[in-house]
């Protein structure tokens, strides 16, 4: 593939699909690229639902396939919160200390045995002919008691995964890539492009 939209404006992430999809696509273009790219409320009830949303709209404003995400932290403690609403859990315009202040709040009193979580990926690709996919990941683990770690962003610092005894922010991003919830979804969108590969190669 050519080129291809990577509907977010969040670099971050945008890093990590481009440090994925390199081989399989040439120009993996963001959002600020494109004047006027619509901004999508995301309004649905589940990861799935939003990661659709937000590719459909970048295909209609750009004509380049598209791919969303919507990922988030699901806290068993907070009964799957913050959820879809992991970006704004402190407020439309709280960003990523503010989450994490709510969040050390809101588990203030629950003790480490009970701060299990995930974080949960669902990525859409969609294509000016129509075409839909959804690809989606999880990791597990436990939210700890105060942040660690400078890299990453979002929840990253707070965030210890199964089996490890480094913070997602603490972790290289290829070391992360090979773990994360988003890196499980885009090794599954990746194996999808091999397939279309192999399969152009026979005709």
């Not at 913050?82 to 970006?87: D, I, Y």
């Not at 075409?131 to 770690?149: A, N, S």
């Amino acid at each position: 593939m050519k080129e291809m939209l990577a509907a977010t404006g969040n670099w971050g992430k945008l890093l990590e699909i481009r440090n994925f999809l390199s081989e399989f696509i040439e120009n993996i273009r963001p959002a600020s690229d494109f004047p006027g790219f619509p901004e999508v409320i995301e309004d649905g009830e589940t990861f799935e639902q939003n990661a659709l949303k937000k590719a459909r709209a970048g295909v209609l404003h750009t004509g380049l396939p598209a791919l969303a995400d919507d990922s988030g932290l699901v806290v068993d403690a907070l009964d799957g919160r913050p959820g879809v609403l992991s970006a704004r859990f402190a407020g439309e315009k709280g960003g990523d200390a503010a989450n994490n202040a709510k969040l050390l709040s809101e588990l203030a009193s629950v003790a480490a045995e009970r701060r299990t979580a995930a974080f949960v990926c669902a990525m859409a690709f969609v294509t000016p002919e129509g075409e839909e996919r959804i690809f989606t990941g999880r990791i597990g683990g436990k939210i700890l008691f105060e942040p660690i770690g400078g890299k990453g962003f979002g929840y990253d610092p707070l965030f210890l995964p199964d089996g490890f005894d480094r913070t997602m922010a603490e972790l290289e991003i290829e070391e992360k890539n090979r773990i994360s919830h988003r890196g499980e979804a885009l090794d599954a969108f990746r194996e999808f492009l091999s397939g279309k590969e192999s399969l152009a190669d026979e005709n």
